[in-house]
């Protein structure tokens, strides 16, 4: 089974953008999801596919990817968008799903 | 619109099996992957396995010779069973649901890309091992 890494922490001050990359080989084959959990509930799915938002998921949150590296980005970050990120895929060789170790986002 | 809720005890002792039931409301259990996913206090999402709706399995290779997963369609849920757990294992437990696609693009020529995610989560339930 592959692997997926983040950075630990980024930070954004409010209303700018930012993003946070995920890496990994099996993001080759397979599209990265993302979803943002914050403290004490269940990740919410937020971006999946090459660029898909389920319902409910404001705009400003989009994803893109480029060979090994998936991004997501929130452009004009709020204040409710302090969360811990996750990226997730799968791995085309024996259909394992893998998490990477998460973004903590912080709003400043 | 579909909901899991995720069911079983929340204190299991070592060396023992945790149990844990994963209810489907809402919708039909039959097509999609249903999940268990693990979050130890503190630390990221752990993804233990997935079963098809057919019975197919798949199970995290640091875990499958300790873990098995089952569905019953009939109840409309879906199971985990871990056994000869440990401290290690003390995590809040998420059953969920997945989904896979595929779609393609030009550049350079056509390619096919595929997609997996989850876009169903239960509320977690803490499971703590200790005696």
């Known amino acids: 089974s592959s692997e997926l890494t983040q950075d630990p922490a980024v930070s954004v001050a409010l209303g700018q953008t930012v993003r946070i990359t995920c890496q990994g080989d099996s993001l080759r084959t397979y599209c990265a999801s993302w979803y943002q959990q914050k403290p004490g509930q269940a990740p919410v799915l937020v971006i999946y596919g090459k660029n898909n938002r389920p319902s409910g998921i404001p705009d400003r949150f989009s994803g893109s990817s480029s060979g090994n590296t998936a991004s997501l980005t929130i452009t004009g970050a709020q204040a409710e968008d302090e969360a811990d990120y996750y990226c997730n895929s799968r791995d085309s060789s024996d259909n394992h799903l893998v998490f990477a170790g998460g973004t903590k986002l912080t709003v400043l | 619109q579909v909901q899991l809720q995720e069911s079983g005890p929340g204190l299991v002792k070592p060396s023992e099996t945790l149990s844990l039931t994963c209810t489907v409301s809402g919708g039909s259990i039959s097509s999609y992957y249903w999940s268990w996913i693990r979050q130890p206090p503190g630390k990221g999402l752990e993804w233990i396995g997935y079963?098809?709706?057919?019975?197919?399995?798949t199970y995290n290779p640091s875990l499958k010779s300790r873990v098995t997963i089952s569905v019953d369609m009939s109840k409309n849920q879906f199971s985990l069973k871990l056994n000869s757990v440990t401290a290690a294992d003390t995590a809040v437990y998420y059953c969920a649901r997945g989904d896979s696609g595929s779609g393609s693009y030009y550049k350079d020529g056509w390619e096919t890309y595929y997609y997996y995610y989850i876009d169903v989560w239960g509320k977690g339930t803490t499971v703590t091992v200790s005696s």
């Open positions: 079963i098809y709706y057919s019975g197919r399995t």
